[in-house]
């Protein structure tokens, strides 16, 4: 079952072509890494799925019925990493799309933030200020406010930017976690090639047109990632 249909999306930036008549879909369930060079319309891909740009042309069909809303997880810049609040607030303030005109959460909301701390390790430094835990955390604690503001999609934006590859590993080996065990549907945009081939289920190239989507191993025959594989970067156990 496709939950995300994009046909023929056009956007310009100004008089700067960012997206060229891009088509694909999202499978339910799946783990979908972006990859492509700076430059390429990642982030304004991600930015036009979730109606935040406007297209020139083409359209995005999202399931919502099937998949409810979407959790976002965009890059974190320097203010967010020095937001004075506490983790279980960061968390919590996932859920105030889903609060209505309410001042304040449900029960239900207080509960799913709690499991979801609990399904990413948070719960023992809830208490903490947001900005004095270290990179790995933060971006933890981003994943968890994304899960909770999410119905079954997440769509993250180079979530792992700036990160030791420890951290790193850490977080992707989670997020394939909730694709595989808990049926949700990933979309990340990555510059990590690597890992893109570790741990998704297909990959999508972009160089503002779509040059390639498909499974890792086919994606290793195309001319990018075969030069990737020759500079020793595709070496997996």
């Known amino acids: 079952m496709d939950v995300i249909v994009?046909?023929?999306?056009?956007v310009?930036?100004?008089?700067?072509?960012?997206?060229?008549?891009?088509?694909?879909?999202?499978?339910?369930?799946?783990?979908?890494?972006?990859v492509g060079e700076n430059g390429a319309g990642k982030s304004t891909l991600v930015k036009t799925i979730l109606g935040m740009t406007a297209p020139d042309?083409?359209?995005?069909?999202?399931?919502?019925?099937?998949?409810g809303r979407i959790g976002y997880m965009p890059q974190q810049s320097s203010a967010q990493r020095d937001f004075p609040a506490s983790v279980r607030e960061v968390v919590l303030?996932?859920?105030?799309?889903?609060?209505?005109?309410?001042?304040?959460?449900?029960?239900?909301?207080?509960a799913a933030a709690r499991a979801n701390m609990d399904l990413l390790g948070v719960t023992s430094f809830a208490k903490k200020?947001?900005?004095?835990?270290?990179?790995?955390?933060?971006?933890r604690v981003l994943l968890c406010r994304a899960l909770c503001a999410a119905g079954e999609v997440l769509l993250l934006d180079?979530?792992?930017?700036?990160?030791?590859?420890?951290v790193t590993k850490e977080l992707y080996t989670t997020v394939k976690?909730?694709?595989?065990?808990?049926?949700?549907?990933?979309?990340?945009?990555?510059?990590?090639?690597?890992?893109?081939?570790?741990y998704s289920d297909r990959i999508l190239h972009l160089a503002t047109s779509l040059k390639f989507i498909g499974t890792p191993a086919d994606f290793l025959q195309t001319p990018f990632g075969a030069a990737f594989s020759e500079e020793g970067g595709a070496q997996h156990d």
């Open 6 to 10: 994009c046909r023929n999306l056009t």
């Open 12 to 34: 310009r930036n100004e008089r700067t072509l960012a997206l060229d008549d891009v088509s694909f879909s999202v499978h339910k369930g799946e783990f979908l890494t972006i």
């Open 57 to 67: 042309a083409g359209s995005v069909e999202i399931d919502t019925h099937t998949v």
């Open 93 to 110: 303030s996932g859920c105030v799309g889903g609060t209505g005109f309410l001042p304040f959460y449900s029960r239900a909301q207080k």
């Open 129 to 139: 200020n947001y900005r004095a835990l270290s990179g790995g955390q933060q971006q």
């Open 158 to 166: 180079e979530p792992t930017t700036g990160l030791d590859p420890l």
């Open 177 to 198: 976690h909730l694709s595989a065990e808990h049926g949700m549907t990933v979309v990340m945009v990555s510059h990590d090639v690597d890992a893109a081939l570790r």
